[in-house]
């Protein structure tokens, strides 16, 4: 069984505008050690599917369909309390912006222990101990749980975000965007730290708008577009060779993935999910669209990969 | 933790060229406005020359600049003076019999309006959006715009007279007063475990203390549920809940860090509250440094408005340098 199993999800925020359907009939699935990145373009949904494993979505959002299984449960019926005890336990986070996701108030050693004894049986000392311990496993001096978060810098914070995260040792590890507030040389040291979580064992969810970063990073990349999952499978075959025209899109966009190619940047923008395009949501951005792409594509597979294309749908 | 020794310093000694030009401005006021100490006190039908006998002896037949330079060589060896009217007591010892009046209306009204305005603020921001919200809203523009007498008479009416429930004037039921040791009578009475006295006093501090406690407490109800709002909104709040925290806890958090712009708020009103209490005291015959302050103008007892201002001044700095300790122990960003 794998550790997650994400099936038909669907999430929908009931805006004054309309329903936004942000994730919408999205299957993936992820296995202990896997590395999967979610790829596409702000406002597709990404953060969205995150926070609706942890079934972390604030009115006026709701799980609106769909089941999540999580290592033998299943998280759409989990009472409240029960989805406390896996969040941070089971599932961690890693946030995007490290300026904002700690609280400016507490000491870097006290965020730590909370959550360790929100979880499990530890004493204050056992549990500043540990704080103690994990600074040092994600490269920071352990004294600095004595700091506040303002003492540190971006990517320092960042590591004691992925510190909290993997204090509780979970089996998944969400991460929603975590470089892209920090400069180059930093992005590439937190890459590597998650990467050593892997090795450890745990399933990693990378969520990025950057194909570069997922591509060299991931085994596997799922490419969303406009709430939907347009393309999945391992990470350089699709890379190399990719299927859907908005990976193709994606990866002529961007430079360096593969080098010696022309930079093409993607025209347009994603669309607006409260009234998005009848049929294909990629066909006013497509260049290959036909007449069949006013339905709804199939989701189909190709050679062991799975794209929501008329393209691969042969009648 | 020695720049937050050198921070007091510092503040301390910005206040002294505060209190000198309020007291400059006092001082010159008094002088300006018709009518001086003595003729106030024994009339102008008295002959011209005993009355400039009596300016000579109080010293008022100096020129200002001396009188000025006088006055405030005093003030700088901590010496406020003596009355200008009946009796000439010592300006402190005057200060004295009506601070503690003020000081009590002023703790009562100050807390209530903290208490009020923390709890409708964080009802409005967790129910933001719903009728509620909006009715706490209109709660606090109301309350702002309340003018403390016409309030106060108001609940004068309905508690004292109409409902018979409360006194509407005075601070203790005369003979009721408990020993003296702080001057504040609340408190007086409960180090003397003096039941009747301790009631007495609260009857008395209600009415004046509920009415500048809802008049002050509109600032807070909107500064909560704004701050309330926004630190719920981000992302550290979220980070709590996405590693389990309960949410009680993540709430206490919230309200930890929606409240540190309180604090400075607290610091402002402190001299509001001040003012005020003038306005409540002239209400409620309450027996304080407003009342005194008004009735030594009328009589246009120099000294006594200035000390009595000095003193004022000296006090609000205190408190808000008190604040701003309490702002840099709560808020690690401003300590290091
Ligand atoms: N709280 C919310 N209320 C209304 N709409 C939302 C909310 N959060 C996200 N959305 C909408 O859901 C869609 C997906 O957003 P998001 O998951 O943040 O995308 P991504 O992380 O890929 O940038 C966007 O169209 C966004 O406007
Ligand atoms: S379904 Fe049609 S419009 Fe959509 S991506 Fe495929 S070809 Fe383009
Ligand atoms: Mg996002």
Same mark, same amino acid.
């Given at each position: ?11 929908? =925020?009931?805006?004054?505008? #309309? ?12 296995d202990?050690?896997d590395f999967l990145s ?31 299984? =999580?290592?033998?449960?299943? +998280? ?138 997922a591509a060299?990073?991931s085994d596997r990349i799922a490419v ?7 393309e999945m499978g391992e990470a350089e075959r699709l890379t190399k060779d990719p299927l859907?025209?908005?990976t193709?899109? +994606? ?47 199939? *989701?189909?597979e190709v050679d062991g990969r799975y794209v ?8 | ?21 309020? &007291? ?10 018709? *009518? ?6 024994? #009339? ?42 009946? #009796? ?76 018979? &429930? ?26 003397? +475990?003096? &039941? ?55 709430? =206490? ?22 003012? *005020? ?14 009342? =005194? ?13 200035? #000390? ?29």
């Open positions: 069984m794998m550790l997650l199993e994400v099936k038909n999800l669907t999430t929908i =925020f009931k805006t004054k505008r #309309g329903v936004v359907r942000a994730v919408d009939n999205v299957s993936l699935s992820l202990k050690g979610v790829v596409g373009e702000s406002g597709c949904g990404k953060s969205t599917l995150a926070y609706s494993i942890i079934k972390l979505i604030d009115s006026p959002g709701e799980i609106a369909s769909g089941k999540i299984y =999580f290592d033998g449960k299943e +998280l759409t019926s989990l009472s409240e309390e029960k989805m406390r005890k896996v969040r941070g336990k089971e599932i961690g986070m890693v946030f995007q912006d490290p300026m904002t996701s700690l609280d400016p108030l507490e000491k870097i050693g006290d965020q730590i222990a909370e959550t360790l004894m929100e979880h499990t049986d530890v004493t204050k000392k056992e549990a500043w101990q540990i704080a103690r311990e994990m600074l040092e496993k994600v490269g920071l001096p352990p004294d600095r749980v004595d700091s506040y978060p303002h003492q540190l810098s971006g990517g320092q914070r960042q590591r004691v975000v992925i510190a909290m995260a993997v204090s509780l040792n979970p089996k998944l590890l969400i991460a929603d965007e975590p470089t892209t507030a920090l400069d180059v040389i930093v992005q590439e040291k937190i890459m590597d730290l998650l990467n050593e979580m892997r090795k450890e064992g745990r399933a990693i969810m990378l969520i990025t708008h950057d194909f570069a970063l060299e990073r969303m577009y406009a709430g939907w999952i347009v859907h025209p908005y193709r899109g +994606l990866i002529d966009s961007v430079p360096d993935v593969w080098v010696d190619r022309e930079i093409k940047p993607l025209p347009g923008f994603p669309p607006d999910l409260v009234k998005p395009p009848e049929g294909c949501r990629f066909r006013p951005r497509c260049p290959v669209a036909t007449e069949r792409c006013m339905k709804e594509p199939p *989701g189909v929501k294309c008329w393209l691969y749908e042969v009648e | 933790m020695s720049s937050l020794r050198a921070y007091i310093i510092t503040r301390f000694l910005m206040v002294i060229p505060t209190v000198l030009i309020l &007291l400059t401005l006092v001082f010159l006021i008094l002088r300006i406005i018709p *009518g001086d100490p003595i003729t106030s006190m024994v #009339g102008q039908k008295v002959p011209e020359e005993v009355l400039e006998k009596m300016r000579h002896e109080a010293g008022l037949d100096k020129p200002y600049h001396i009188q000025y330079l006088e006055y405030l060589a005093g003030v700088f060896t901590g010496n406020l003076g003596r009355s200008m009217i009946w #009796g000439k007591r010592p300006v402190i010892a005057e200060i004295m019999d009506h601070f503690p009046a003020t000081l009590e209306l002023t703790i009562f009204g100050f807390v209530l309006s903290v208490l009020i305005g923390i709890i409708t603020g964080s009802i409005a921001a967790f129910r933001r959006g719903s009728k509620t919200d909006t009715g706490m809203r209109i709660y606090s523009i109301i309350a702002y715009t309340l003018f403390i007498p016409w309030f106060g008479m108001l609940l004068q009416m309905l508690f004292g007279v109409y409902l018979e &429930l409360l006194p509407i004037g005075g601070r203790i039921t005369p003979g009721y007063s408990p020993e003296t040791i702080t001057g504040l009578y609340v408190l007086d009475s409960i180090l003397t +475990l003096n &039941l009747t006295s301790l009631v007495d006093a609260l009857a008395h501090l209600a009415l004046p203390s509920i009415t500048l406690g809802i008049v002050l407490s509109g600032a807070y109800t909107r500064l909560v549920r704004n701050n309330l709002i926004d630190v719920l909104s981000q992302d550290f709040i979220r980070a709590y809940r996405a590693r389990g925290v309960r949410e009680r806890k993540v709430i =206490f958090h919230a309200m930890k860090n929606a409240f540190i712009p309180v604090i400075t708020l607290m610091g402002l009103q402190f001299a509001i509250l001040l003012a *005020g209490a003038v306005l409540t005291e002239s209400t409620f015959s309450w027996p304080g440094m407003g009342t =005194f302050l008004i009735e030594r103008i009328e009589y246009r007892d120099y000294t006594a408005v200035q #000390g009595a201002i000095v003193f004022y001044a000296m006090f609000v700095a205190l408190i808000s340098l008190v604040v701003d300790v309490i702002y840099a122990l709560l808020d690690p960003r401003i300590r290091y």
